[in-house]
């Protein structure tokens, strides 16, 4: 065989059999008939291949993100999805799908939004209906603010509390890392606030006590918290992160960040340092040194004396 026939037998993607004339060589790529069904659970960093169970009481998994515990059918067999957590369903080179089992566990509800999202920006922008239309069959790559809007949104329509809360740096600014969004939610389970990084797809603990947004300020410099795993997460889309005036691509910045926790830990001494929480079209803090410089960076922030700070938003604790 010759060199020009054998590269294009590579290209296009066929199989050969040895030992027989070329033009009886040439192999029908596998049909996607030989493919099956592929039906996984993701919980925390833990991911488990769902079984097919021999049932025909099995409905089409509706379209809408959350939904009960159950027997569902896809691609003509029944799983049964009988914990709270996130679902993926997937037949090769056809369709994926998933969804989120929720009742009341907010631990694998939380865990599932960070296995759906991922650090990028090519969804920045989009409206919350489109977000949950898409989030039925692919991953979400938003940065921290739209993801912690969505998220607040979200979590309102299913009655649980929650706020996007937010951090500055104090160190001079640049064009493109100077804070951080995250949400904090009330957790009736503990009667306290407790903050979540979803973008990082994480919380934390200091001496095994959830941390609310205040609290993780002042541990920040301290380095005294345990950094706690929500998914196991690819963490960023590194192929579309680019700004849209500039189209400088972020990848090496961001990868770099989350490439392990040490480094993670040096990036939020870097942004986690002025805790503001939003009420409101503005942002309070209460940091007395720095307020005209902190007030500068925009109007929307206010100053709260830290007393009437923690009684207008903490006093349920």
Same mark, same amino acid.
Request: net charge neutral; glycine share 4%; aromatic share 14%.
């Given at each position: ?13 066929? !199989?050969? +059999?040895?030992?027989?004339?070329? #033009?009886? *060589? &040439? =192999? ?8 099956? @069904? ?114 607040? !949104?979200? +979590?309102?329509?299913?009655?649980? #509390?929650? *706020? &996007? =809360? ?8 640049? @064009? ?142």
């Amino acid at each position: 065989m010759n060199n020009k026939i054998s590269k294009e037998i590579k290209k296009i993607g066929v !199989k050969t +059999l040895s030992g027989v004339g070329l #033009k009886d *060589r &040439i =192999v029908e790529p596998p049909s996607k008939e030989q493919n099956t @069904s592929l039906v996984y659970f993701a919980l925390m960093s833990n991911t488990e291949n769902i079984n097919s169970i021999e049932n025909d009481d099995g409905i089409p998994l509706p379209a809408s993100l959350i939904i009960s515990k159950g027997n569902y059918q896809f691609h003509g067999k029944t799983y049964r999805l009988d914990r709270e957590g996130l679902y993926r369903f997937i037949f090769p080179v056809d369709e994926n799908q998933q969804r989120i089992v929720y009742e009341s566990n907010l631990d694998s509800l939380l865990s599932s939004i960070c296995w759906i999202f991922s650090h990028g920006n090519i969804d920045d922008g989009e409206d919350f209906s489109y977000v949950n239309k898409k989030a039925l069959t692919s991953k979400i790559f938003v940065t921290c603010g739209p993801l912690s809007s969505w998220t607040n !949104k979200f +979590l309102d329509n299913l009655s649980i #509390k929650s *706020r &996007i =809360v937010s951090t500055l740096t104090l160190d001079p600014w640049n @064009s493109y890392d100077n804070g951080h969004i995250l949400v904090e939610i009330f957790r009736y389970d503990l009667n306290k606030w407790v903050v979540y990084d979803l973008d990082n797809g994480c919380f934390f603990t200091c001496n095994k006590k959830p941390l609310s947004l205040t609290e993780f300020v002042e541990s920040v410099p301290l380095n005294n918290y345990e950094i706690h795993r929500l998914s196991n997460r690819a963490n960023m889309d590194i192929s579309n992160f680019r700004d849209r005036k500039s189209n400088f691509d972020f990848a090496f910045i961001v990868e770099s960040r989350l490439s392990n926790e040490e480094k993670l830990r040096e990036w939020y001494k870097h942004v986690i340092q002025i805790p503001l929480i939003l009420d409101g079209k503005f942002s309070y803090f209460f940091n007395t040194e720095h307020v005209k410089k902190i007030q500068s960076y925009s109007s929307y922030h206010k100053f709260l004396e830290k007393d009437e700070f923690m009684k207008k938003f903490y006093q349920n604790e």
